[in-house]
Nanobody, 115 residues
Framework: QVQLVESGGGLVQPGGSLRLSCAAS????????MAWYRQAPGKERESVAA???????ANLDSVKGRFTISRDNAKNTVYLEMNSLKPEDAAIYSC?????????WGPGTQVTVSS
């Protein structure tokens, strides 16, 4: 199992940027698929971006060109760089580590996009 803690959320104006971090402990994440999910009030949780153990990435269509997921296995940390933020990006962002049978979640960090 992996314990995950997200940080970097906050209030940002439309068009602004944030960098989320997900620090892992308890196990190395090198062999895990890591992903960022988000859930806005009244909406289902959705996968925003994922990165394989080999570094391949996949992004939600609505964030392509704006969000970038990366990983630093030496620091046991995953990042989500978010640029050109829109009000519809506001949500609780959670980190996920998956390597069957493990499927671990962090508590999440709030991102608010408002002027």
């Amino acid at each position: 199992q992996v314990q995950l803690v997200e940080s970097g959320g906050g209030l940002v104006q439309p068009g602004g940027s944030l960098r989320l971090s997900c620090a892992a402990s308890g196990n190395t994440i090198a062999a895990y698929v890591m992903a960022w999910y988000r859930q806005a009030p009244g909406k289902e949780r959705e996968s925003v971006a994922a990165i394989s153990s080999g570094g391949r990435t996949a992004n939600l269509d609505s964030v392509k060109g704006r969000f970038t997921i990366s990983r630093d296995n030496a620091k046991n940390t995953v990042y989500l760089e978010m640029n050109s933020l829109k009000p519809e990006d506001a949500a609780i962002y959670s980190c996920n580590a998956k390597r069957p049978p493990d499927n671990d979640w962090g508590p999440g960090t709030q991102v608010t996009v408002s002027s």
